[in-house]
């Protein structure tokens, strides 16, 4: 079972270390479709978000 800190070091991983990463590699590889970052992090995010929600139904069927 995910202990509290884990969880929140993941919810931090997941939230605000990835999109930085996507957008800062979005605009150093691709400076003219920097537009299209706030398309881009949604997109990348979204196999983390079902993770998460994968993680969560774990953690409360153990519960």
């Not at 479709?33 to 069927?61: D, E, H, S």
Request: glycine content about 4%.
């Amino acid at each position: 079972m995910i202990g509290m800190p884990e969880l929140s070091i993941l919810f931090l991983l997941i939230f605000v270390v990835y999109p930085l990463v996507v957008v800062y590699t979005v605009r150093h590889t691709m400076p003219k479709a920097a537009k299209y970052i706030i398309a881009t992090v949604p997109l990348g995010l979204a196999p983390l978000i079902a993770t998460v929600v994968l993680i969560r139904k774990v953690w409360y069927a153990d519960a």
